[in-house]
């Protein structure tokens, strides 16, 4: 196949979304076409009691950016056009008072009936973790409730702004604060707070942040990012350099049931650990490397304003190298975030990281840290990062890459399996090198993918016919560039 079938192909999955995937009378997108199982979790805010199906569109990011490609590629306005009224139509019916948009983790839009459905267990909140919507079409749709959602999002999920102490839970309908006009006095980190500041959610927030300053030109949003993101870095422990999951405690956290709470690392590990380590839950290693992308795609658009978010991903990568990753199994060892490996080790109390008796592994670096790294790579030019590319490459069984960028290359012919982060792992060491035999061993990927889950005009899964699906934009990405229709570097990060 070359890049035309590859359109072609993203084209006809976008004609059956289009025709199939959207009830009589609505805009928006079911989020997968097979069967109701999908909102068993889900309650009506009404309280009504009728079969639904959801939509969630922060859980189609893909197809969203998928459809503005396709009208980009082709021509044709209809997919982007179609993009445009489900995100137009959410900001019009589906966003609280103060434009927090009714989507995420917990909260869905119930079709056909249009209305609010929620997750049971949780109760209707807003939660992002590791979503980075796209703004810059958001922008394009509705600029003002752009900037209200981000404003919104913020102010719904900030617990103390002086601390940046936040939780992944915001709560709809929360009066607007200050914000941006907020004062900043932070403590050092690993206070005792009351949210629990995980990076996937803390990302989104300064990603919002970032991109709110890049479409808008105001400058607090990035000021406020960058002392978000910087919160994580200042849980760095010299000279290791590896930054913790969160910057905070929480002392409202169940450890082992609601008799006991606090921190969850410290109930479960710190007992068992030798003295003179710091044993928080914000010192457990817990690489997440779309985080790191997230960092330097903002360094990519915001340019000189985004340096920082270069350099700090940067040395996040280089001390994950040099301290946590063992080449000979390709896979990074879990430990505390000064050192400290807590492979083979095993818990001895029940709690949230596990049952009594679970044993610490290491973690498998797969296509996701490999993008990570080429990623990287693109960008930086690192030799160590060219090292470490080119030993999970070969491990995730894409072959040689080269002992040298574009050199001495030696790719798999046939791929039996194929991830689509392979396709953009390929894309940014093809843009580093500008070797086209990285390109041709993408369009193979992307062969490979059509054929073991492209049927009747969808990329299917065991699961069912889901309208999100970050292969068909990734093989959209690839038609394009062998075409020569899309010049740069891809964009998608996750």
Same mark, same amino acid.
């Given at each position: 196949?070359?890049?035309?079938?590859?359109?072609?192909?993203?084209?006809?999955?976008?004609?059956?979304?289009?025709?199939?995937?959207?009830?009589?009378?609505?805009?928006?997108?079911?989020?997968? $076409?097979?069967?109701?199982?999908?909102?068993?979790?889900?309650?009506?805010?009404?309280?009504?009691?009728?079969?639904?199906?959801?939509?969630?569109?922060?859980?189609?990011?893909?197809?969203?950016?998928? $459809?503005?490609?396709?009208?980009?590629?082709?021509?044709?306005?209809?997919?982007?056009?179609?993009?445009?009224?489900?995100?137009?139509?959410?900001?019009l019916n589906f966003s609280d008072?103060?434009?927090? $948009?009714?989507?995420?983790?917990?909260?869905?839009?119930?079709?056909? @009936?249009?209305? @609010?459905?929620?997750?049971?267990?949780?109760?209707?909140?807003?939660?992002?973790?590791?979503?980075?919507?796209?703004?810059?079409?958001?922008?394009? @749709?509705?600029?003002?409730?752009?900037?209200?959602?981000?404003?919104?999002?913020?102010?719904?999920? @900030?617990?103390?702004?002086?601390?940046?102490?936040?939780s992944r839970h915001g709560h709809y309908q929360t009066p607007i604060g200050r914000v941006w006009d907020s004062v900043y006095s932070p403590d050092p980190v690993f206070f005792w707070g009351q949210g629990l500041t995980f990076v996937n959610t803390g990302s989104d927030l300064y990603y919002s942040a970032a991109a709110l300053t890049h479409l808008s030109g105001l400058p607090k949003p990035l000021i406020w990012a960058k002392r978000l993101a910087g919160r994580y870095v200042e849980t760095?422990?010299?000279?290791?350099?590896?930054?913790?999951?969160?910057?905070?405690?929480?002392?409202?956290?169940?450890?082992?049931?609601?008799?006991?709470?606090?921190?969850?690392?410290?109930?479960?590990?710190?007992?068992?650990?030798?003295?003179?380590?710091?044993?928080?839950?914000?010192?457990?290693?817990?690489?997440?490397?779309?985080?790191?992308?997230?960092?330097?795609?903002?360094?990519?658009?915001?340019?000189?304003?985004?340096?920082?978010?270069?350099?700090?991903?940067s040395e996040e990568l280089t001390a994950w190298a040099k301290v946590a990753y063992r080449p000979q199994d390709n896979s990074f060892l879990p430990m505390l975030t000064d050192g400290y490996s807590l492979e083979g080790f095993v818990i001895q109390r029940d709690g949230y990281f596990g049952p009594r008796g679970r044993v610490e592994n290491a973690i498998f670096a797969d296509a996701d840290f490999l993008w990570v790294y080429t990623h990287a790579f693109r960008l930086v030019k690192s030799d160590l990062f060219w090292s470490m590319l080119r030993s999970m490459a070969a491990a995730n069984g894409l072959g040689d890459v080269g002992k040298l960028p574009g050199a001495q290359v030696a790719l798999e012919q046939k791929y039996s399996v194929a991830d689509y982060r392979f396709i953009y792992c390929l894309f940014d060491i093809y843009y580093a090198t500008e070797n086209p035999i990285y390109l041709q061993a993408a369009a193979d990927v992307a062969q490979t993918i059509i054929h073991n889950c492209f049927r009747e005009g969808w990329f299917t899964s065991s699961e069912g016919r889901f309208v999100n699906r970050p292969e068909a934009l990734a093989i959209l990405r690839l038609g394009a560039a062998l075409l020569d229709k899309e010049p740069g570097s891809p964009q998608a990060f996750c």
């Open positions: 196949m070359g890049g035309e079938s590859f359109i072609n192909a993203v084209r006809e999955f976008a004609d059956n979304i289009l025709a199939m995937a959207r009830p009589a009378g609505s805009p928006l997108f079911i989020d997968c $076409l097979d069967g109701e199982k999908y909102s068993q979790g889900y309650q009506l805010l009404s309280g009504a009691s009728r079969k639904f199906s959801l939509s969630n569109l922060a859980q189609q990011q893909h197809l969203i950016r998928m $459809l503005v490609e396709l009208t980009r590629i082709t021509g044709d306005e209809k997919y982007q056009t179609a993009a445009r009224d489900a995100i137009a139509f959410a900001f008072s103060a434009g927090l $948009l009714l989507w995420g983790g917990h909260g869905a839009i119930a079709l056909p @009936v249009h209305a @609010v459905a929620f997750e049971s267990a949780k109760g209707l909140r807003h939660e992002l973790k590791c979503v980075y919507p796209y703004y810059e079409f958001m922008w394009q @749709v509705n600029a003002q409730a752009t900037q209200k959602y981000i404003e919104a999002f913020w102010n719904a999920h @900030v617990i103390d702004w002086s601390r940046l102490d936040f760095r422990q010299r000279p290791i350099g590896i930054s913790g999951y969160q910057f905070s405690q929480c002392e409202k956290s169940q450890c082992n049931g609601p008799e006991i709470r606090g921190d969850r690392a410290q109930y479960q590990y710190a007992p068992y650990i030798p003295e003179g380590h710091l044993v928080y839950e914000s010192t457990l290693f817990k690489p997440r490397p779309v985080v790191q992308r997230c960092q330097f795609h903002l360094a990519e658009i915001l340019k000189d304003q985004g340096r920082e978010f270069l350099q700090w991903a």
